[in-house]
């Protein structure tokens, strides 16, 4: 199962997720909303199972990225998971939201891509609202 953890984060990254939750759930709050990880580090075949979803496998595509093309994937020299990046979902008043148009996940966007992470809804060709990642230099 996909990790949910900060410590499965990048040491970098963990910091600028807890920065990027805390101030998204602080405007989210007036808009009953809130944010949350929904995956920070994933397995190989974890991301192989995401990558046929769409493909070989039922579902909609929700990946473009296959076993260790994935930001979710890195691990540091140790093999310890270090994922490079990590998904968010928005609890609605009480419902999840998926709408990425929606004013609480431009607040998510925003906060985000002003810490200097990047916002893969930004991406030219395949958008993905919930993934956020450290910005390539």
């Given at each position: 199962?996909?990790?949910?953890s ?46 046929a ?53 431009q ?27 450290l910005a390539?230099?």
């Open positions: 199962m996909a990790s949910r900060t410590a499965d984060l990048h040491q970098p990254l963990q910091k600028l997720c807890q920065l990027h939750l805390a101030e998204a759930n602080k405007q989210l709050a007036p808009l009953g909303c809130s944010v949350f990880i929904t995956c920070t580090y994933r397995s190989n075949a974890e991301q192989e199972k995401l990558f979803q769409g493909r070989t496998a039922p579902g909609k595509k929700v990946t473009n990225a296959r076993a260790g093309q994935s930001k979710h994937n890195a691990v540091s020299t140790s093999g310890k998971p270090a994922a490079l990046a990590y998904d968010v979902a928005i609890l609605d008043n009480g419902k999840l939201n998926w709408n990425a148009t929606s004013e609480p996940w607040i998510v966007g925003k906060v985000g891509v002003s810490l200097g992470l990047e916002w893969a809804w930004n991406w030219r060709h395949f958008k993905e609202a919930p993934h956020f990642q390539a230099n």
